[in-house]
């Protein structure tokens, strides 16, 4: 499977897909020119309905993200990585301005951070 999605969340799953197909991009995973996977396919890998994955796919090609291939299915187009970064930091900006007012010390905001971001994905104790 490419990425699990979180069915807990209050982001709606067709957005979560398109900022999971954007941070591939942006991670390099995901090249310009190379095919994602169909819409069918990455609804069965995912669990969810083909009309959600049409409506993220439709919104990445309206972003010019990603351009159809008559036949062939979705090819990454390409990604503006400032104005990705940008939402991305804004986003962070107001988890962190809603840590403050919970009262959550600067320490603790750190210590996450920086676990969060040295963390080995492939140690199974993270």
Request: hydrophobic share 35%; with cysteine.
């Amino acid at each position: 499977m490419w990425f699990t999605l979180d069915f807990s969340s209050h982001v709606p799953v067709y957005k979560q897909i398109k900022e999971k197909i954007k941070g591939l991009i942006n991670a390099n995973i995901l090249k310009k020119g190379e095919f994602v996977p169909s819409i069918r396919n990455l609804a069965e890998d995912l669990g969810v309905n083909i009309n959600t994955v049409a409506r993220a796919y439709r919104e990445l090609t309206i972003e010019g993200v990603l351009e159809p291939v008559r036949g062939e299915g979705y090819i990454v187009r390409k990604l503006n990585r400032d104005e990705f970064t940008k939402q991305i930091l804004s986003k962070l900006e107001l988890q962190i301005e809603s840590c403050k007012k919970a009262g959550i010390s600067f320490e603790e905001l750190y210590n996450l951070l920086e676990r969060i971001y040295w963390r080995d994905k492939n140690d199974p104790e993270s």
